[in-house]
Nanobody
Framework: QIQFVESGGGWFHPGRSLRLSCAAS????????LGWYRRLPGRQREWIAG????????YADSSVLGRFTISRDNDRNILYLQIDNLRSEDTAVYYC?????????WGLGTQLTVSS
């Protein structure tokens, strides 16, 4: 069964950096395009970044371009999202999944709160 387990969230001050992790299983991780998604407060879940299987190509929504970096470790089946210069508007629940064709079930996500 496909499983995604996100971690690394918490409460952070603006301006700090952090790296979210996603442990995935139940499919061929190294052959899959993967992505990060987030659900802002009161909003629907949205895509924010994607990465090719060999990590040679990455994609990001314009709203996060320049501060968010997606990467992966195909040996450990882990997807990462580095977020620099945290802003209050980054507060959201962050999820990982395949991209662009998502799979069910989704993981529980990891809550990131950015506040002073």
């Amino acid at each position: 069964q496909i499983q995604f387990v996100e971690s690394g969230g918490g409460w952070f001050h603006p301006g700090r950096s952090l790296r979210l992790s996603c442990a995935a299983s139940g499919f061929t991780f190294s052959d899959s395009y993967l992505g990060w998604y987030r659900r802002l407060p009161g909003r629907q879940r949205e895509w924010i970044a994607g990465i090719s299987p060999n990590q040679q190509t990455s994609y990001a929504d314009s709203s996060v371009l320049g501060r968010f970096t997606i990467s992966r470790d195909n040996d450990r089946n882990i997807l990462y999202l580095q977020i620099d210069n945290l802003r209050s508007e980054d507060t959201a629940v962050y999820y990982c999944n395949k991209w662009p064709n998502k799979s069910d079930p989704w993981g529980l996500g990891t809550q990131l709160t950015v506040s002073s």
